[in-house]
């Protein structure tokens, strides 16, 4: 089956700290992968995405690699702000397979606190 | 990028009430639109996919007669929690992708008392 596993949070960073958010999953077939972000009082924002083996996603000084031999894609940033404070969800995505398009399956999330 | 606006963001009911919430694709035709529920510091749940012009698709364990799905045209999809209890007060969220993309909409918070 499909699921996603996430490292478990709250997670406290001071500001310029280095960001390292788990993520692991099992898939069949071919998925995509997502890291998305849910500041406080908005919605889930796309963040990065890479849609093949060995693909890196980049956003905003974020990155992730899809890595098929680890089944991973974890969550980096070399150093964050205050304003990086959020909870951030890893996401795998069957783009298009499925009888009614697309299909998701999201991790837990891990709240990230970064302090001044 | 793709702009999904739900409404209400928002909502206190009695229980035994009825809550409909919206979800529309502003920019772009939405075929296809996904509901989730979150629950407090758990990750979004699928309850069911919104099809354009047919029946919705629930994900087991969701109740159908609870959770009304109608998605009449390209641009909106409606959820209606019916009968709502208690226990029906979570964090529901809409979705779209266009283009491969998950789009969502801000989110509403229901509360049943």
Known sequence: ?116 | GAVVSQHPSWVICKSGTSVKIECRSLDFQATTMFWYRQFPKQSLMLMATSNEGSKATYEQGVEKDKFLINHASLTLSTLTVTSAHPEDSSFYICSADPEGKLFFGSGTQLSVL
């Not at chain 1, 996430?6 to 500001?15: F, I, N, Y």
């Not at chain 1, 700290?17 to 924002?45: H, K, M, R």
């Not at chain 1, 980049?58 to 098929?68: H, L, M």
């Not at chain 1, 031999?69 to 996401?91: I, M, N």
Request: charged share 15%.
């Open chain 1, 1 to 116: 089956g499909n699921s996603v596993t996430q490292m478990e949070g709250p997670v406290t960073l001071s500001e310029e700290a280095f960001l390292t958010i788990n993520c692991t999953y099992t898939a069949t077939g071919y998925p995509s992968l997502f890291w998305y972000v849910q500041y406080p009082g908005e919605g889930l924002q796309l963040l990065l995405k890479a849609t093949k083996a060995d693909d890196k996603g980049s956003n905003k000084g974020f990155e992730a690699t899809y890595r098929k031999e680890t089944t991973s894609f974890h969550l980096e940033k070399g150093s964050v702000q205050v304003s990086d404070s959020a909870v951030y969800f890893c996401a795998l995505g069957h783009l298009g397979y499925s009888p009614t398009g697309n299909q998701f399956y999201f991790g837990t999330g891990t709240s990230l606190t970064v302090i001044p």
